[in-house]
């Protein structure tokens, strides 16, 4: 019914950068809170940021300035912009947003397959 995916994972060089993309798509009445998520192998998945429907946003510390969260509402689509990589910065990144679905009035969480990034150091 609702599908996210998420795209623009890859290999960068640290200090590179990337641009990952979610794109939500099905019977969307209207989506709330967009996050990123990461979870790097043995670790427990974490908040990155998280794009209120207003465009508020808020960074784990480990990303604040030098990862930007936005969203397009139009398009229903979600970026994170992401430079001067590190790598610790390799994770597999999700996203997940809080949709309200045709038919609905209450918000329901949903998640993309994920996207890997690899930053070599």
């Known amino acids: 019914q609702v599908q996210l995916v998420e795209s623009g994972g890859g290999l960068v060089q640290a200090g590179g950068s990337l641009r990952l993309s979610c794109a939500a798509s099905?019977?969307?009445?209207?989506?709330?809170?967009m996050d990123w998520y990461r979870q790097a192998p043995g670790k427990q998945r974490e908040l990155v940021a998280v794009?209120?429907?207003?465009?508020?946003?808020v960074y784990a510390d480990s990303v604040k300035g030098r990862f930007t969260i936005s969203r397009d509402n139009v398009k229903n689509t979600m970026y994170l912009q992401m430079n001067s990589l590190k790598p610790e910065d390799t994770a597999a990144y999700y996203c997940?947003?809080?949709?309200?679905?045709?038919?609905?009035?209450?918000?329901?969480?949903?998640w993309g397959q994920g996207t890997q990034v690899t930053v070599s150091s």
């Open positions: 794009i209120g429907s207003g465009g508020d946003t």
């Open positions: 997940n947003a809080q949709i309200i679905v045709l038919g609905s009035s209450t918000p329901k969480g949903y």
């Open positions: 099905g019977s969307i009445l209207s989506i709330n809170a």
